[in-house]
């Protein structure tokens, strides 16, 4: 006699499946076998059709959304979360970043993505595109660990000022092969969790060849490419200035047929009109992040490039220029902030730009899309991967709710997610994160970033009179 498969059944519950037809079920079940979604419907209809020996999860009334996608964050850069705050773009890189990840360890981006990772998964997110750091396999061997859906990426630069020692010793030969080798080792595995991308830092310190040969080694590995595009003025400046064309970063990978579909352009501040129909037409996908724009980078044209058709999600970035790695306060922010940018661009304020479901489309779907990975996960549907997130609604953030999908935008705090499962297992469950000892990551993150701060010569200067 077969055996039948043990299953969990989340029941008695809103779901928000965010799929093609946006249903919501407000008296909904979710049944999981192994990593998949199985079925999906009204409560008693599931409840019906599923008899037998099942780990059964009655809600009472707790809100399901897909595992959140934040497509833009740097995890080995979380050790320096406050290292950085209120300096300039040139100066946070030049004088705190590379120093700060030049000088990492192994085991510091191991323990720098784990404390990331828990900040991630407290607030909703089960999927995540690292943006380019240091110690790749110490950051698959933390997302393993963790439990995470993750693309990672290595933090590629072969040219311009400033760059440490350590890294501008590298050849763009060695660069290339360090990406295919670490593409051999680690793409796909953690049960299919870990995806291996490729990375190009910024344009100012990428030689044309580097950008050229990433182009083809990530169609031939059938992979993406993330890069930041267009964060400032004097971006564009530089490429206008050194590359001979009429605007930017954009116009220039035009020119050079880099924008691809399998493109991640983070930031994409600074774009002109021409430039958002080229990302638009070559199906390059845009991660925003409103809160590190709004402190070093400026307005992203995000309304424009979302009506020329280009899809655009949201990401935290890393914790020295955001540090908050909260996809729910991005979430409000992007909202908020693209109103106010209306008012500024028009004079004339416009309440409906970035309306709550479309908001919430760019922290699931369209996130899902902008990793390549929205066949299996952004949305709630059978057949999909079970990242799911559990949100207890009845708190003072929350109550009274009016209006459930404006409420999961402009009222939910992080303090209302209570279980997060990423391929079908629990990963935090009564707000217990389950896989790592969090206590252990904390005592063991601070003293790994006095220890690295030191090697780096980084001291933060006084802002009071601290006696």
């Known amino acids: 006699m077969e055996l039948t498969k043990s ?4 029941y008695n519950a809103m779901i928000v499946t965010m799929d093609a037809q946006s249903r919501v079920y407000e008296n909904g079940a979710v049944v999981i076998e192994s990593d998949v979604i199985i079925a999906i419907g009204q409560s008693d209809v ?4 599923f ?3 099942h780990h059964l999860h009655d809600l009472r009334g707790h809100v399901l959304l897909p595992g959140l996608v934040n497509t833009h964050v740097h995890t080995s850069q979380q050790l320096g979360r406050g290292i950085a705050d209120d300096v300039d773009l040139m100066t946070w890189l030049h004088r705190r970043i590379w120093p700060y990840e030049s000088n990492m360890t192994e085991n510091d981006s191991f323990v720098s993505t784990l404390l990331c990772g828990i900040e991630l998964i407290r607030t909703g997110v089960t999927c995540f595109a690292e943006a380019g750091g240091q110690h ?3 950051m698959a061997r933390a997302v393993e660990l963790l439990g995470l859906r993750a693309c990672l990426t290595q933090s590629i630069m072969d040219s311009g000022e400033g760059l440490p020692a350590s890294w501008s010793a590298q050849t763009t030969d060695q660069l290339i092969q360090s990406q295919k080798e670490l593409y051999e080792k680690h793409h796909d595995t953690a049960e299919g969790r870990i995806k291996i991308w490729l990375g190009i830092r910024q344009i100012m310190n990428s030689t044309d060849r580097l950008l050229i040969e990433t182009r083809n080694l990530a169609k031939e590995l059938k992979t993406g490419i993330h890069m930041h595009i267009a964060e400032i003025q004097f971006e564009n400046q530089v490429v206008v200035e050194t590359r001979k064309v009429n605007h930017g970063t954009v116009t220039f990978l035009e020119k050079i047929d880099f924008l691809q579909s399998n493109l991640l352009a983070a930031h994409s501040v600074w774009v002109n009109d021409d430039e958002i129909d080229y990302l638009s ?5 845009v991660s925003h992040c409103p809160a590190s724009a709004m402190r070093m980078l400026g307005f992203a044209p995000v309304t424009k490039m979302i009506q020329a058709g280009v899809c655009v999600s949201l990401g935290t970035d890393g914790a020295p220029s955001n540090n908050r790695m909260s996809m729910v306060d991005e979430m409000y922010l992007a909202s908020l ?6 008012a500024f661009a028009t004079g004339t304020t416009d309440p409906t730009a970035l309306p709550a479901e479309l908001v919430l489309r760019m922290a699931t779907i369209d996130g899902a899309k902008t990793v390549l990975w929205d066949n299996e996960i952004g949305s709630l549907e059978v057949g999909k991967k079970a990242d799911i997130v559990i949100i207890n609604p009845c708190s003072w953030t ?3 709710i009016h209006d459930s999908i404006s409420s999961l935008v402009y009222s939910m705090r992080t303090e209302n997610i209570v279980s997060v499962l990423c391929n079908g297992k629990w990963i935090m469950k009564d707000k217990k994160i389950l896989n790592v000892d969090e206590g252990d990551v904390i005592s063991q993150a601070k003293q790994a970033s006095k220890e690295l701060l030191e ?3 980084i001291s933060i200067p006084k802002r009071m009179n601290v006696i």
């Open 46 to 49: 599931i409840l019906g059709q």
């Open 136 to 138: 790749v396999s110490s």
């Open 7 to 10: 299953r969990i059944i989340l």
């Open 398 to 400: 929350m109550i009274p």
């Open 455 to 457: 090697r780096a010569g």
């Open 281 to 285: 037409r070559a199906g390059v996908k």
């Open 51 to 53: 008899s037998g020996s």
């Open 337 to 342: 902030i693209n109103k106010g940018c209306q």
